[in-house]
């Protein structure tokens, strides 16, 4: 499971060359991977005279939930890291996934994601993991309720359900709130622990989903009610970083912001025909109406003060975020 550029003979100016390793979780039909595998190929491009790459996805060399660890010790080079794994280095980064985000529309998410608030969240992320930001997040899209067993028509049908989170202390405490006993579970350890009933669902981008084909493996029922908005940060280890010059420096984020908006696009056509595939396999999808929406974000925003303080999140985050969705 490995994109690499080997573009001269293993001479000594070729192993003079930093390699760039790039460690992802997901397998090769995802989003993410298909992403990360066009800035490669920009790399390739640009720099395979002064820098080496090797993208390792499939969680070959690291899960995600490890992933961070083995970029602050300098074991890879780059990550692209979903922002439910970000808050423990920059609890701001679990703004996104605060009450007041619950069930936002895609024009609402788009105002906010090359603002002010995630300026602020990208100067957190590098100084808590002395790592560099290399450019612009990319939107994976919105994360949904699914289940196997139990049809879901609402969110108070959650009640009871063990449902796994992706991780993040706002995603457990939001699938509490809603009565759902929340479960933490690694990708790749997922379609075990559907096979074996230790779920009866999860919360997830239909992408996602379908990129393992979970409609096989027994989920049926899906709530489209938006719980929170996902994207990537690009990162890199300040050890490589160290190692190159400032023309390889930004010659690299040029190649990731120039798949950015690209990314974007293959990101959302992603969910689209993700779920029209779960459509065809039988999932049974229920939206609620804007009305409902708006009273469970109610609901839980009653909550978001004890949430902020358990998480870290600050006031100036929110803030900053309630503050993109009104322009």
């Known amino acids: 499971m490995a994109l690499a550029a080997t573009t001269a003979a293993a001479t000594g100016s070729a192993l003079a060359r930093p390699m760039l390793l790039v460690s992802t979780e997901n397998g090769p039909d ?16 640009c720099c395979a005279d002064r820098v080496e790459i090797d993208h390792r996805f499939g ?4 899960r995600d939930r490890d992933v961070l660890a083995a970029l602050i010790q300098g074991k890879v080079g780059m990550a692209v890291a979903g922002t439910w794994q970000l808050g423990q ?28 608030a995630v300026e602020a969240m ?19 899209g919105f ?73 096989r493996r027994g989920v049926r029922f899906a709530l489209e009610d938006r719980q929170y908005f ?3 940060v690009p990162l890199v280890s300040d050890y490589f ?29 992603a969910q689209e025909e993700a779920r029209n595939r779960a459509v065809a396999a039988g999932v049974r999808i229920v939206t609620p109406t804007p009305e409902r929406t708006a009273a469970v974000r109610a609901r839980l925003l009653a909550g978001q003060e004890a949430v902020m303080l358990r998480s870290g999140v600050s006031r100036q985050a929110i803030e900053r975020v309630t503050e993109g969705l009104r322009e």
């Open 89 to 116: 280095v920059a609890p701001d980064v679990g703004a996104f996934m605060m009450p007041a985000l619950y069930g936002r529309s895609a024009e609402e998410t788009a105002l906010i994601q090359d603002g002010p």
């Open 241 to 269: 970083w160290r190692r190159i010059d400032e023309a390889t420096r930004r010659d690299l984020r040029d190649a990731w912001n120039g798949v950015v908006e690209e990314g974007r696009v293959m990101a959302a056509r």
């Open 122 to 140: 990208n100067s957190q992320i590098e100084d808590g993991l002395g790592a560099v930001v290399l450019g612009r997040w990319i939107g994976l």
């Open 59 to 62: 969680g070959e060399l690291y």
């Open 143 to 215: 994360a949904q309720v699914f289940s196997t067993r139990k049809r879901i028509d609402d969110v108070d049908d959650l009640v009871g359900l063990r449902v796994r989170s992706p991780g993040g202390v706002a995603n457990a405490w939001r699938l509490a709130a809603l009565g759902a006993e929340p479960i933490t579970i690694a990708w790749a350890d997922l379609p075990r622990a559907l096979a074996e009933n230790r779920i009866d669902g999860l919360i997830s981008s239909f992408a996602t989903l379908d990129s393992i084909s979970l409609w």
């Open 30 to 45: 995802h989003v993410q991977t298909r992403i990360v595998r066009r800035f490669v190929e920009r790399v390739i491009e």
């Open 230 to 232: 996902s994207h990537y």
